[in-house]
């Protein structure tokens, strides 16, 4: 699930905010403590509204035109944080991709690229202060004017994970053929067909 950032706001030295503005809709609310460089801040999860980690378990919030809704309140918790590094290998080439590599939470993304690192030139990436939970390992990498990407789960529990490994390869092809039931003619007016990804938006994906 990707989600989009309507409006974001900070705390002040009470633990308070206010996000104003709001067209009428439903919205999910999430916390996220970051450091100085815009980083999620070690040592603490973000949190969804009611104080969950899952998309699944969240509550929406829902706003009427001109409506204003006070008391959402929940807690940040600390929590012991962990390393991921790997290496992407361009199976075509046998070469380190370039490539930048993100990792969000399973079930939900924001899609700003706060949680993305550029591959090195060796093929190397690593991520700090990961909090235990449940991971989506995006790699995109940028062919011309195409745009492949793979995606892989990853557990990240009670220590460091090393060596992990994200291969890049040619894309594959999908034919086929699409007939309207019920119609005496085979023929068809245009028609357009979209392929999307398990993880990812309508865009070219590497499996």
Not at 11 to 17: F, K
Not at 71 to 97: I, N, W, Y
Request: net charge positive.
């Amino acid at each position: 699930m990707k989600w989009e950032t309507r409006e974001n706001a900070s705390t002040d030295d009470r633990g308070r905010y206010r996000i104003h503005g709001l067209p009428a809709g439903r919205y999910y609310v999430e916390a996220i403590k970051r450091n100085g460089w815009g980083r999620p801040s070690q040592h603490y999860a973000p949190v969804l509204y009611p104080g969950v980690s899952r998309a699944a378990d969240a509550q929406a919030i829902k706003l009427s035109p001109g409506e204003e809704v006070g008391g959402v309140k929940f807690q940040l918790r600390e929590s012991p944080a962990f390393s991921v590094g790997g290496r992407v290998v361009d199976l075509r080439t046998g070469h380190a991709a370039n490539a930048t590599v993100s990792l969000d939470p399973q079930d939900h993304s924001w899609g700003d690229g706060a949680n993305s690192v550029t591959v090195r030139s060796d093929g190397t990436f690593r991520f700090t202060e990961v909090v235990p939970g449940n991971y989506r390992v995006a790699l995109n990498v940028r062919l011309g004017q195409e745009t492949l990407e793979t995606y892989r789960t990853l557990d990240v529990t009670d220590r460091n994970i090393e060596n992990l490994i994200i291969t890049v390869s040619a894309g594959a092809t999908i034919k086929g053929r699409l007939v309207a039931a019920g119609r005496t003619s085979d023929a068809l007016p245009p028609t357009q067909v979209q392929l999307r990804s398990q993880w990812g938006p309508d865009r070219k994906s590497v499996v």
